[in-house]
C-alpha cells in the first residue's frame, strides 16, 4: 500500500498522536511520513514557540522546508508569524533574511509576511528596484513594486513609453497600461492617425476598449480619403 511504502508504521502513527496531531485518513499519515514529519520535528518547532496545529500544517511545512531556525530568522527580521500558512508562504516562495534585508535597504519597509511573499512571488529584487528607478520612475512602496513586477513592467519599456510622449505619473498608472497591452508602437500609431497628446488614462481606455492595429490603420486610411 501506499503508506507502508513511504514507511508509515504503527509506530509512527502513535508518535504522531501522542505530537497531538488526530490522523483520520491515510492520506494524512502518509503525507507526514512522506516529508519527513517526526515528533522530534514538531517538538522542536514547538519549543521555538510556534504551534503547530494540525497534521495539514506539519506536512506543508515540513515539505517546504520550514525550520525552527527559519521561524527565528524571520522573527528577528520583524514578522511575528503566527500561522502556518505564514510560515510556508515565506519558505515556498524563497524569502530569506538576506532577502528581507536587501529589500529594505532598497527603501521599502516591509512590515508583514503578506508583503514579503508577495515582492518575492513575483520577483522583485533589488536590481528590479534598481532598473525601474534608472528609468526615472519612483517606485514608493512594496505593493506598487509588486504590481509592477506582476504585470511586466520594465525600465526599458518606462523610457519607451517616455519617449513616445506618454506622462506616466504614478505606479497605478503603469500597471494599467502594462496590463492592456500598450506599448510605445501603440502610442506611435495612434499620433499618426491624429491621436495625440493622450494620458496615460486615455490609452488605458482606448487599448481596453480592444482598439487595435486594425482599428488604428483602418483610422489612418480614412484620414488619408478626407
Known sequence: TSMSAVGVTPEFLREMRDAGFEVKTAREATSLRAVGVTAEYVKQLRDAGFEVKTARDASGMRAVGVTPEFIQQMRAAGFEVKTAHEATS??????????????????????????????????????????????????????????????????????????????????????????????????????????????????????????????????????KKD
Open 90 to 223: 515565506l519558505s515556498a516562495v524563497g524569502v530569506t533574511p538576506d532577502y528581507v534585508k536587501a529589500m529594505r535597504a532598497a527603501g521599502f519597509t516591509i512590515k508583514t509576511t503578506s508583503e514579503a511573499t508577495s515582492l518575492r512571488a513575483v520577483g522583485v529584487t533589488p536590481e528590479y528596484v534598481q532598473e525601474i528607478r534608472s528609468a526615472g520612475f519612483e517606485i514608493k512602496s512594496a505593493q506598487d513594486a509588486t504590481s509592477l513586477r506582476a504585470l511586466g513592467v520594465t525600465g526599458a519599456w518606462l523610457r519607451e513609453m517616455r519617449d513616445a510622449g506618454v506622462k506616466i505619473t504614478s505606479a497605478r498608472e503603469a500597471s494599467s497600461l502594462r496590463a492592456v497591452g500598450v506599448t510605445a508602437d501603440f502610442v506611435k500609431r495612434l499620433a499618426k492617425a491624429g491621436y495625440t497628446n493622450l494620458s496615460a488614462h486615455e490609452l488605458t481606455r482606448l487599448a481596453g476598449s480592444g482598439i487595435d492595429d486594425d482599428f488604428i490603420r483602418d483610422m489612418e486610411q480614412y484620414r
